[in-house]
């Protein structure tokens, strides 16, 4: 009896691809890059902290949906990126010193000045070189802001800079507590510096410490000019403890300078992203509610006019401020907000609320390789079931095998989409496989160790040979399958017997190496010796489940008259018994790990119990408490409404295993599950079960000159 693909199949699946479809595309554009939150302060601070790429686009995004979900709230908002290296302890009181050392901030000011520096200051009645020398020959020493242009900037380490006063008397600025700046700032670039100047003793060493900067800058320092320090002598030097820095490109964390080549770091932003910041990146978050702040530069502006010293200023400020955090207090509960304005940013944060949107679209080319490998070991399963059958000459299960070869000839559908995969990581459009990024395998000593089997060539020589192998295989068994149809006799089953046999023995390699390179080598520097067996089991489990489900369908529709209870009970079994078997191994490869406990192992386990608990041990109880509960009996694995229940939910399981196998190794902690997931697997699922339909449908269901086929019909137990 031969089977067409009826309307209503290619409606209900096709319209299931179409529907994941909608769904894709809807989820596609909800993909997230999450940051998080460092630490909260106090009720009105906190720090954010970003590891990815940072471009200036993307900062001046993430500061306007800060400022709008809060300015919403009732909040005016202020963010300042802080010096990662340094920690942010410091932002919460600023004239409290830590141990680590002081906080360098770096802040953008407008599209032509930013402040480096560890106090921040208006540039407001800044005297000139000329006014400042004066002050210190007649006081002294002077304290206040000094404007003009760089002369000379310390091309070692951007410690210092000169000034030139009217006459060319060169004055030397150092930065205190050794804040740097970018050691190509323009010469000649427009600068305000505030601190404190006064005439200083330079040793004989330190004369010649600057000499020896000066040289490895690249200047010519002569010998008679090194010789010619012999004497300390005074001179006035400028202790800046910040500077504001206009009429430049230059956008960089200054944070630390070196071994980087910044101008061509420059040219790079100034195409792309490519070489914007890696992380992480820190911002300090400050939040008032608006009629504080209305409040605070009211008071700066009347202090202002008013011409009052600087310690009445303080402490104006101080009471105002003191003032105005009372008010935002009655405020906030007079507004129905029930919690701090941080705590309130930090679950937005938290949730994803805010956060980027992810331009390397990790969460599809996640997904994508979820269901292509999924699908595709669904028709290896098949595959491997069908020339397992034949090697072992099996004679229930020939009524099934046209089932089998429907099934694995959808196999190019998860090949090609698993190609899409590999091509687009091999040119580093994601990051799905770190080996494949070479600027990682460089900096990494346990992947650059791995670089013999891991890398790019050998990789695609190895996908090439299993791809070629198992599709010439599947080729083949069809299409002697059908000859056998035609020519009868046994000389056709004994190839495919012996072909079943050959197999077998590439399959037992390649069904571990291909796990390796697909799945595990996700987790580069992790390995488990059990992994290729583990997925192993899987795969057959879930092409058995798939033999399953299109049988009792075509069998309800009266497609299948030879399938019998026992055909369906033999089924069953297996589902049962490759149940136990994937739930030993899952155990099996968890306890050895979690007994030996050994840090650099166990972190594949730990990112998957802190971060994707309920999945992964939810997998183990779907995987093997269904089975134990509803196969264990004879009844059960003979009853259709059982079997289709059970063989769903172990269907589902097995597909978040795969899930569970990729996601905390490419999205670590910033997973999420939505419409792009339910999309996509509703797509692989419509189009699979489409194209499974569609090649039974090619050939008579059953092979009517098989040796075996009277066994089967009979096959009654």
């Known amino acids: 009896m031969e089977y067409q693909i009826s309307n209503r199949a290619k409606k209900v699946t096709l319209g299931l691809a179409v529907l994941g479809l909608i769904m894709l595309v809807f989820g596609f554009f909800q993909q997230k890059d999450y940051i998080y939150v460092d630490e909260v302060i106090d009720e009105h601070s906190l720090t954010i902290k970003y590891n990815g790429e940072v471009t200036k686009e993307k900062e001046n995004t993430l500061k306007e949906k800060i400022k709008s979900s809060m300015e919403k709230k009732g909040y005016s908002v202020t963010i300042e990126k802080v010096d990662a290296h340094h920690g942010h302890e410091e932002h919460a009181e600023e004239s409290e010193e830590h141990e680590e050392g002081p906080v360098v901030i770096n802040k953008e000011l407008s599209d032509s000045s930013y402040f480096i520096g560890l106090e921040e200051f208006e540039p407001s009645s800044a005297s000139d070189i000329d006014q400042m020398l004066n002050s210190v020959s007649i006081d002294g020493g002077y304290e206040g802001q000094v404007s003009g242009k760089l002369h000379a900037v310390c091309q070692k380490a951007g410690c210092w800079i000169t000034m030139q006063s009217s006459n060319e008397e060169e004055i030397r600025i150092f930065f205190k507590d050794h804040f740097t700046i970018p050691i190509e700032t323009p010469i000649g670039t427009e600068v305000v510096i505030n601190g404190i100047a006064e005439a200083d003793t330079f040793t004989v060493d330190f004369q010649k410490h600057l000499l020896d900067d000066s040289r490895e800058a690249g200047n010519d320092v002569s010998e008679e000019e090194y010789n010619a320090i012999t004497e300390d002598k005074i001179e006035i030097s400028f202790e800046a403890t910040g500077i504001i820095i206009y009429n430049t490109s230059e956008k960089h964390d200054h944070s630390d300078h070196e071994g980087h080549d910044h101008a061509e770091e420059e040219h790079d932003q100034a195409d792309g992203d490519k070489h914007a910041h890696h992380g992480p990146t820190i911002w300090l978050v400050h939040l008032s509610h608006k009629e504080e702040a209305h409040s605070d530069e009211e008071s700066s502006e009347h202090a202002d006019e008013e011409g009052h010293s600087h310690s009445e200023g303080e402490a104006h400020d101080h009471d105002e401020s003191e003032h105005a955090h009372e008010e935002s207090a009655h405020h906030a509960i007079g507004h129905g907000h029930d919690a701090p304005p941080a705590d309130m940013l930090a679950k937005m944060i938290e949730s994803g609320e805010i956060s980027f949107f992810d331009t390397h679209y990790r969460r599809f080319w996640s997904n994508l390789l979820i269901n292509g490998f999924f699908f595709f070991g669904i028709a290896l399963g098949a595959l491997f079931y069908l020339a397992l059958h034949y090697a072992t000459e099996s004679g229930w299960g020939v009524v099934l095998l046209r089932v089998m070869e429907g099934i694995m000839s959808a196999m190019p559908i998860g090949m090609a989409v698993l190609a899409v995969v590999f091509i687009a990581g091999t040119l580093e459009w994601h990051h799905i496989y770190p080996w494949m990024i070479g600027e990682t395998v460089e900096a990494d000593d346990i992947i650059y160790g791995k670089t013999a089997y891991l ?263």
């Open 455 to 717: 890398n790019k060539p050998f990789f695609w020589i190895r996908v090439v040979v299993y791809f070629a192998t198992f599709y010439l295989f599947m080729k083949w068994f069809k299409k002697k399958s059908r000859q056998e149809d035609q020519d009868g006799g046994t000389d056709t089953h004994f190839k495919m017997y012996r072909r079943g046999a050959l197999f077998l023995v590439f399959f037992a390699v390649f069904s571990s190496t291909m796990s390796w390179d697909f799945i595990m080598s996700i987790d580069t520097h992790w390995y488990s010796t059990l992994f290729g067996w583990y997925v192993f089991s899987g795969i057959w489990l879930s092409g058995m489940v798939m033999v399953m489900m299109v049988t009792l369908y075509l069998r309800k529709r009266g497609f299948l008259p030879h399938v019998n209870e026992s055909h369906i009970h033999d089924v069953g079994k297996w589902m049962f018994a490759l149940s136990f078997l994937w739930s030993y191994l899952w155990f099996s490869q968890f306890m050895l790990y979690w007994y030996a406990n050994i840090p650099e192992e166990v972190h594949y386990f730990y990112e998957r119990i802190h971060n994707y608990k309920f999945i992964y041990f939810g997998t183990f109880f779907i995987n093997f408490v269904f089975p134990m509960v509803f196969l264990m009996s004879r009844d059960t694995k003979r009853s259709s409404g059982y079997l289709i229940v059970i063989g769903l939910i172990i269907f589902i399981g097995h597909w978040l295993d795969v899930f569970n196998m990729v996601m905390p190794g490419t999205l670590f902690d910033q997973w999420g599950f939505g419409l792009l997931e339910i999309g996509m697997f509703l797509i692989f699922l419509g189009v699979f079960v489409y194209a499974v339909l569609r090649s039974i449908a090619k050939a008579p269901l059953l092979q009517k000159n098989h040796p075996y086929l009277e066994e089967s019909k009979h096959h009654d137990y």
